[in-house]
């Protein structure tokens, strides 16, 4: 119930393609989700992030699509770069016992061909 | 990264020592947390803490330790109980109070158990 499922994770776009990454969860007290992007050897960076009562976040080249009856969300990356080359991880947040917990995808490596 | 200061960054350790990672942050943040990284895996909630004097396990607390004696540290102490530590080890802050707070994070330590 506390899992996130990332799909894919590896991924291989061409440069100026639409890249796309999907999550999936099942535990309905998730109520904030935020997308990370870590390059090698660094900690992961806040990317972007959306409520579950909005379907939709665009930011620049990223936008988030939410679907929460069916408990899915997807990174899309427009026109991607080769400096778009890193592992994202999408995350959702939980309060448990009092506390907030980030729960982690087991993320997706994407390769910007030039 | 983003006033969170990891050290060492790289460490190496022979089997049975018990090791300390340190955690600084100067955001005065609430919030602290200690994640383990390994590949394919994604992240992994090790220790979190909401005020000092007080902390949680997390997922996988066997083999590591914590102490929150100040409101900007958070060391993580590696023990010899811990079966696999060779990993990337993440510290992250987030602010306090009601509502998700996304979580900052800090650069990184990669232990390496000899």
């Known amino acids: 119930q506390q899992q996130v499922k990332q799909s894919p994770q590896s991924l291989i776009v061409q440069k100026g393609g639409i890249s796309i990454i999907n999550c999936a969860y099942e535990?309905?007290?998730?109520?904030?989700f935020p997308w990370y992007q870590q390059f090698p050897g660094k900690g992961p960076a806040l990317l972007i992030a959306i409520r579950p009562d909005v379907s939709e976040k665009k930011e620049g080249r990223f936008t988030i699509s939410f679907n929460k009856s069916a408990k899915q969300f997807s990174l899309h990356i427009m026109d991607s770069q080769p400096g778009d080359s890193a592992t994202y991880f999408c995350a959702a947040i939980v309060f448990s016992q009092g506390a907030q917990k980030l729960v982690f995808g087991q993320g997706t490596r994407l390769t910007i061909n030039p | 990264d983003g006033g969170i200061t990891q050290s060492p960054k790289y460490l190496f350790r022979k089997e049975g020592q018990n090791v300390t990672l340190s955690c600084e942050q100067n955001l005065n943040h609430d919030a602290m947390y200690w994640y383990r990284q390994d590949p394919g895996q994604g992240l992994r909630l090790i220790y979190y803490?909401?005020?000092?004097?007080?902390?949680q396990k997390g997922d996988i607390a066997e083999g590591y330790s914590v102490s929150r004696e100040k409101k900007e540290s958070f060391p993580l102490t590696v023990t010899s109980a811990q079966k696999n530590p060779t990993a990337f080890y993440l510290c992250?802050?987030?602010?306090?109070?009601?509502?998700?707070?996304?979580?900052?994070f800090g650069a990184g330590s990669r232990l390496t158990v000899l």
């Open positions: 535990n309905t007290a998730f109520d904030y």
């Open positions: 992250a802050t987030a602010r306090g109070g009601a509502g998700a707070n996304v979580l900052t």
């Open positions: 803490s909401q005020i000092v004097n007080d902390f």
